[in-house]
């Protein structure tokens, strides 16, 4: 087996594991809160996790879409990599303290939104996660870039299993139900100390190198992919913000619970994304027309495989498995949600696969556009279905938005390879 085979292989093995721990420690970290507490503080625990990952993504500032994309393209100018790398890590440090400070003033309005003063106590007891959370992302994509994706994999897995193990832990402690959150601050801050080692390499060489061009460059990108950045997030969020509105947290809780198995199959397709983001960022510079093509074949035909057998075993074992996990609780009343979800979100699972070609062929808008777009049939369906529905509503909405985002993400690839085959891609568009 050649080196570089060889490579590959052992950098798919180690994907594949960390992203079964990934699903694995967010199973975890619900059956030990509804098993340790109950299902409101779950119901509680999953809004708090919602508004901690929309703040993160908003203190990235889309910096790191940014690192990956331009840290892959430098990969042969290791002087221009640690220059563009601290530029961009200074951006995030001030965007993530910036977003911590405006969460910390609105907590008291957040308490009033969703009539509970537990999330506002939560609300300030996960600002330290935020911000180690969004400096994280842009740590990661540094390594995604470098195809560090064995060390990616490793520390993006501890990451995951520290969050059921720092709950684990307070729950032994007798924590009260809204300090569960703090497990988020435990794993985040840990994973930091872990990055900066595994970065410490650019860390050094981009000391002395910051360099006004690339901040301004990372800057005017992330202007462009952050709303997409967040509208991402809140796709996945906003059926369990909504449910928090206008629902019970008990009633959040179940839903929340068949929603995660759902949110984690449909990081199935991140297995094969860490390996085509970077290639399509090359190919797409390299105007390697006909092999961009071939990637794209390929990875609906893998997808297809890949998400239709991880969405059959839930399909076939959810009902059987919340018995298990929930002991006591009702969770199973969540299965005909996670069957929708399902149905509807098979197609859209495929096409995650290649979610983030606008933006590494050099199209960030058109990345944010989409996503918004997503999110606003999400919002619009949500506002609408879930007051009278409840779990169903909120399911129905998140499965038909995934659909409308797929048939745009369809149109603007074929677009995007059309204008690729007249004209050179332009970044600033």
């Known amino acids: 087996m050649s080196p570089t085979r060889k490579k590959l292989t052992w ?8 992203l079964g721990v990934m699903g694995l420690s967010g199973l975890a970290t619900n059956i030990v809160i509804v098993r340790g507490w109950n299902t409101e503080t779950l119901g509680l625990f999953n809004q708090l996790f919602a508004l901690y990952v929309f703040t993160s993504m908003l203190g990235a500032f889309g910096i790191q879409s940014s690192a990956l994309k331009y840290i892959a393209e ?6 221009e990599q640690a220059s563009l790398f601290a530029s961009g890590l200074a ?7 910036l977003a911590v400070l405006t969460l910390a003033f609105l907590s ?15 609300t300030l007891l996960i600002l330290p996660g935020i911000w180690a959370n969004a400096v994280n992302k842009f740590l990661l994509c540094s390594l995604n870039a470098r195809l560090r994706l064995r060390t990616y994999a490793f520390l993006t897995a501890m990451r995951f299993a520290l969050i059921p193990l720092s709950a684990t832990f307070l729950l032994m402690l007798g924590s009260a139900g809204f300090a569960v959150c703090l497990c988020l601050c435990i794993a985040e801050l840990i994973t930091l100390a872990a990055l900066v080692c595994a970065n410490v390499d650019l860390i050094r060489q981009g000391r002395q190198r910051l360099v006004r061009a690339w901040a301004v ?5 992330g202007r462009r992919a952050v709303l997409g950045g967040m509208a991402v997030e809140l796709n996945s969020r906003i059926d369990i913000l909504l449910l928090g509105v206008f ?10 619970f068949a929603a995660l198995l759902f949110e984690g199959l449909m990081h199935l397709p991140l297995l094969a994304r860490r390996f085509v983001d970077p290639l399509l960022a090359q190919w797409v510079a390299a105007r390697r027309l006909d092999d961009l093509t071939k990637l794209i074949r390929s990875s609906c035909k893998h997808g297809v ?9 839930a399909a076939l074992l959810y009902p059987w498995f919340a018995r298990l996990a929930g002991g006591n609780s ?5 299965y005909p949600a996670l069957l929708i979800l399902l149905g509807l979100g098979f197609l859209p699972g495929i096409g995650a696969i290649l979610a983030n070609f606008p933006a590494q062929a050099g199209y960030p808008g058109a990345q944010s556009r989409l996503s918004l777009i997503t999110l606003a049939v999400n919002l619009v369906l949500g506002l609408i279905l879930i007051p009278p529905f409840g779990i169903i509503g909120a399911a129905l909405a998140v499965g038909t938005g995934l659909l409308i985002g797929l048939a745009e993400q369809a149109r603007l690839i074929r677009s995007q390879l059309n204008r690729l085959y007249i004209c050179p891609a332009a970044e600033n568009q």
């Not at 460059?217 to 990108?221: D, G, T």
């Not at 629902?247 to 809780?253: H, I, L, R």
């Not at 495989?305 to 075993?313: D, E, N, Q, T």
């Open 11 to 18: 950098d798919g093995i180690t994907s594949l594991f960390s």
């Open 74 to 79: 430098y990969d042969d100018r290791p002087e």
């Open 91 to 97: 951006l995030v440090l001030a965007f993530a303290s």
């Open 108 to 122: 008291p309005a957040v308490g009033v939104l969703f009539s509970s003063p537990d999330m506002r106590l939560g």
């Open 217 to 221: 460059r990372h800057f005017h990108f």
């Open 247 to 256: 629902a019970s947290e008990s009633e959040v809780g179940i839903y929340s």
């Open 305 to 313: 495989w890949l998400v239709g057998a991880g969405f059959l075993a």
């Open 330 to 334: 009702p969770l199973e009343a969540g």
